[in-house]
């Protein structure tokens, strides 16, 4: 004759096998990787690729600049616009990699914004 406790554990026993065998086995790691999404439809592309010495030459000397992780951001303001380039390492110099403007428009970089900016002449390089 068996044990009440016998019949309990050989229950429990069995409720953890259960649970154990329905547990989801996780899949084996993807070899593909999902891209990031493509910038937005209207990148100005006559800037993307401007080198820092071709961006200074353009436009002058930014209203402001900052240097953070090995990328510069410069913006230049021109009227009720600012104009943002996000410059990255290429080669032995930083290129425009990004443009923004605000206001945006409906892109990223305003077509007006950046016609602003093409119309002042550049500031000398300091």
Known sequence: MTRPYQKL??????????ACAS????????STYRLPAPPPAGEP????GMT??????????????RRENGS??????RGDCRT????YPAGR???????????HGA??????CLSALRAKPASPAS
């Open 93 to 103: 110099d930083m290129a425009v990699n990004h443009v923004e403007t605000l206001p």
């Open 84 to 87: 943002f380039f996000f410059l």
């Open 72 to 77: 510069e951001l410069w913006r230049y303001d």
């Open 23 to 30: 547990q989801p086995q996780p899949s084996a790691p993807s």
């Open 107 to 112: 892109t990223a970089a305003d077509p007006n």
């Open 45 to 48: 592309t006559d800037f993307v």
């Open 52 to 65: 820092s010495a071709q961006l200074q030459a353009s436009f002058g000397t930014p209203t402001f600049s």
């Open 9 to 18: 554990a050989a229950a429990s026993l069995l409720l953890v096998l259960c």
